[in-house]
């Protein structure tokens, strides 16, 4: 009944808004998403994107079920001015041809499906071929520990041939009693991922979600790792793009965006000891 209710008020909120540079034709590219998810790990590689591949802010997204945030993004190193950043924002590059959406609040229960299945409308408008989703999952759930903690789910259409040496395709997690009435694909902690491969699967919209298993805590490892991934299979940092490796930090060629420098808050109050 629930589920019911929540597809009645979604048709109710058909309201996805898009501020953007119009002149910009975006045919043939790939837009990357993460989802909240559990340790934020696909919003932590897409900081790493962002920032390593140079990406230009094209507009921002708004929904009545976005979270409303806002605030002053940490200054580039290129531009050296302050930014204003809001719950959801495009970035673009265009020598890769992809379309980076970061994600900065969590996306309400209610409106969800409809955000979701008018940002695949949008896309599919505007001449982008495929969706390219960076997640995690509680690696608890995973039915085999010693299987890949990276791997992919994709619906049929996506070429992922590549991919699927670099990460194998998501293996079918055992539900818990009491929970057989969500629809497939069943990822514990991933957010809304299930949610975006059916709006995608229900569009006939190419779509892969590359997905970490991880736990909560300091996630920049796993968040390097699935963009070492992508790297590999997409070929997206240039030799002048990498900077120098340094064998002492988890980062390798990545450089460390300067979003992370508030990433766990201010240190504790020295008064206190």
């Known amino acids: 009944m629930d589920s019911d209710q929540d597809t009645c ?75 204003l950043m809001t719950a959801m924002e495009a970035y673009v590059c ?62 049929a259409g996506d070429d992922v041939d590549a991919l699927t040496a670099l990460a194998p395709p998501q293996p079918e997690i055992p539900r818990p009693e009491g929970d057989a009435h969500r629809p497939p694909p069943y990822l514990p902690g991933a957010g809304f991922v299930p949610d975006l491969y059916r709006a995608c699967e229900a569009a006939k919209f190419p779509y892969t979600c590359l997905l970490r298993h991880t736990y909560e805590g300091n996630n920049i490892p796993e968040a390097v790792d699935t963009c070492n991934c992508l790297d590999s299979w997409l070929g997206l940092l240039d030799e002048s793009q990498k900077s120098r490796p340094d064998p002492y930090s988890v980062l390798g060629r990545w450089r460390t965006p300067p979003t992370w420098s508030h990433l766990f808050g201010p240190a504790p109050d020295a008064s206190l000891y």
């Open 9 to 83: 008020q979604d048709k109710k909120m058909k309201s996805l808004t898009y501020v953007e540079d119009v002149s910009k034709d975006l045919s043939g590219y790939t837009l990357i998403s993460p989802s909240v998810s559990v340790g934020n790990v696909g919003q932590l590689a897409v900081d790493l994107l962002l920032h390593n591949l140079r990406c230009q802010r094209l507009g921002a997204f708004g929904h009545p079920s976005l979270q409303p945030v806002v605030g002053t993004l940490p200054d580039s190193d290129t531009d050296g001015q302050t930014h």
């Open 94 to 155: 265009e020598k890769k041809k992809l379309l980076v959406i970061q994600i900065r609040a969590p996306i309400s229960p209610r409106g969800r499906l409809s955000l979701l299945a008018e940002l695949v409308q949008w896309a599919a408008e505007r001449g982008l071929k495929r969706v390219l989703q960076l997640a995690s999952c509680h690696a608890a759930a995973r039915p085999d520990p010693a299987a890949p903690r990276l791997c992919h789910v994709t619906v």
